[in-house]
């Protein structure tokens, strides 16, 4: 939107150049991507000293359940995917971005796999049982 341009400061209520609808997908896409950056900070925050970019075990590791990994198991992942998806919403066009996202929830899941037997292999039943409450990237569904 831009200013009307009379002095007052009010903005126009059309997108000037723009085809209808555009400007709600453009703003659902800077909200998803909003939405999901501050997702993944507070996944970062919550994890602490343990967060590395290396799946590993660090001294005296607990097992996170609580804030974002008590709505999915990997947050920063899914923030990841939100990101991608608020960026191809904004800049590309609908199969590419399906094409990139199969390609990053594929190699996602390798990663996530080798995470997850580290997990099990510290953690035991208590990392099970969060594994059967918590879904994996989208809550309730994946």
């Given amino acids: 939107m831009r200013s009307r341009g009379d002095g007052t400061g009010r903005l126009d209520r059309h997108c000037s150049g723009c085809e209808e609808g555009e400007l709600a997908v453009a703003v659902g896409a800077a909200l998803l991507a909003a939405a999901s950056g501050l997702f993944g900070v507070w996944a970062v925050r919550t994890l602490g000293k343990q967060w590395s970019l290396v ?28 990101l991608l998806l608020a960026t191809g919403i904004a800049l590309s066009e609908f199969l590419p971005t399906v094409i990139a996202a199969a390609i990053y929830a594929g190699a996602t899941m390798m990663r996530v796999g080798s995470e997850e037997r580290l997990l099990a292999s510290a953690f035991g039943a208590a990392h099970t049982d969060y594994k059967r409450r918590v879904r994996a990237f989208i809550p309730g569904i994946w």
């Fill in 55 to 82: 799946a590993r075990l660090a001294d005296q590791h607990e097992l996170i359940t609580n804030g974002p990994y008590a709505i999915v198991r990997h947050p920063i992942y899914t923030a990841l995917l939100g």
